[in-house]
Protein backbone atom coordinates (compact mmCIF):
# COMPACT_ATOMS: atom_id res chain seq x y z
CA UNK A 1 0.00 0.00 0.00
CA UNK A 2 1.62 3.38 -1.20
CA UNK A 3 1.69 6.04 1.38
CA UNK A 4 0.88 9.80 -0.09
CA UNK A 5 1.18 12.89 1.83
CA UNK A 6 -1.43 15.41 1.68
CA UNK A 7 -0.03 17.97 -0.66
CA UNK A 8 0.95 14.63 -3.48
CA UNK A 9 -3.06 13.73 -2.69
CA UNK A 10 -4.10 17.60 -3.44
CA UNK A 11 -1.97 17.74 -6.83
CA UNK A 12 -3.74 14.28 -7.65
CA UNK A 13 -6.97 15.58 -6.96
CA UNK A 14 -6.50 18.68 -9.02
CA UNK A 15 -5.19 16.68 -12.19
CA UNK A 16 -8.48 14.43 -11.97
CA UNK A 17 -10.64 17.71 -11.26
CA UNK A 18 -8.75 19.46 -14.85
CA UNK A 19 -9.23 16.22 -16.48
CA UNK A 20 -12.95 15.93 -15.38
CA UNK A 21 -13.66 19.62 -16.50
CA UNK A 22 -11.97 18.69 -20.10
CA UNK A 23 -14.60 16.15 -20.16
CA UNK A 24 -17.03 18.27 -19.72
CA UNK A 25 -16.00 20.81 -22.28
CA UNK A 26 -15.83 17.71 -24.78
CA UNK A 27 -19.34 16.20 -23.78
CA UNK A 28 -20.89 19.87 -24.19
CA UNK A 29 -19.20 20.14 -27.38
CA UNK A 30 -20.42 16.92 -28.08
CA UNK A 31 -24.12 17.66 -27.15
CA UNK A 32 -23.97 20.55 -29.13
CA UNK A 33 -23.11 18.71 -32.20
CA UNK A 34 -25.51 15.75 -31.85
CA UNK A 35 -28.46 18.56 -31.42
CA UNK A 36 -27.21 20.28 -34.70
CA UNK A 37 -27.13 16.93 -35.74
CA UNK A 38 -30.55 16.02 -35.25
CA UNK A 39 -32.52 19.10 -36.21
CA UNK A 40 -30.30 19.39 -39.70
CA UNK A 41 -31.60 15.75 -39.97
CA UNK A 42 -35.46 16.61 -38.85
CA UNK A 43 -35.14 19.76 -41.13
CA UNK A 44 -33.99 17.34 -44.26
CA UNK A 45 -37.19 14.81 -43.25
CA UNK A 46 -39.42 17.95 -43.35
CA UNK A 47 -38.34 19.04 -46.73
CA UNK A 48 -38.34 15.68 -48.11
CA UNK A 49 -41.90 15.09 -46.87
CA UNK A 50 -43.33 18.02 -48.37
CA UNK A 51 -41.46 17.04 -52.08
CA UNK A 52 -43.01 13.56 -51.60
CA UNK A 53 -46.53 15.11 -50.78
CA UNK A 54 -45.69 17.53 -53.86
CA UNK A 55 -45.23 14.48 -55.73
CA UNK A 56 -48.07 12.25 -55.37
CA UNK A 57 -50.28 15.30 -55.35
CA UNK A 58 -48.69 15.89 -58.85
CA UNK A 59 -48.70 12.03 -59.39
CA UNK A 60 -52.91 12.16 -58.75
CA UNK A 61 -53.38 15.10 -60.43
CA UNK A 62 -51.85 13.71 -63.41
CA UNK A 63 -53.92 10.50 -63.25
CA UNK A 64 -57.18 12.80 -62.80
CA UNK A 65 -55.68 15.00 -65.86
CA UNK A 66 -55.62 11.79 -67.44
CA UNK A 67 -59.17 10.51 -66.79
CA UNK A 68 -60.21 13.97 -68.43
CA UNK A 69 -58.37 13.80 -71.13
CA UNK A 70 -59.77 10.10 -72.01
CA UNK A 71 -63.37 11.66 -71.43
CA UNK A 72 -62.93 14.16 -73.96
CA UNK A 73 -61.33 11.87 -76.74
CA UNK A 74 -63.86 9.66 -76.32
CA UNK A 75 -66.79 12.14 -77.16
CA UNK A 76 -68.01 12.64 -80.30
CA UNK A 77 -66.10 15.54 -81.75
CA UNK A 78 -67.69 18.44 -84.59
CA UNK A 79 -65.31 20.91 -85.96
CA UNK A 80 -66.05 23.87 -87.19
CA UNK A 81 -64.12 26.41 -89.85
CA UNK A 82 -64.17 29.98 -89.16
CA UNK A 83 -62.97 32.18 -91.85
CA UNK A 84 -62.09 35.51 -90.51
CA UNK A 85 -62.16 38.10 -92.69
Known amino acids: MSVY ?3 ELLKML ?3 QED ?3 L ?3 LRNRNESVKKDIILHER ?3 HLERELT ?3 SRCFNTQE ?3 YVTAILKRPVSLKLELGS
Do not use: P, R, S, Y
Open 54 to 56: ALE
Open 65 to 67: EKE
Open 14 to 16: QGI
Open 44 to 46: TLD
Open 24 to 26: DVL
Open 20 to 22: VEE
Open 5 to 7: NKE
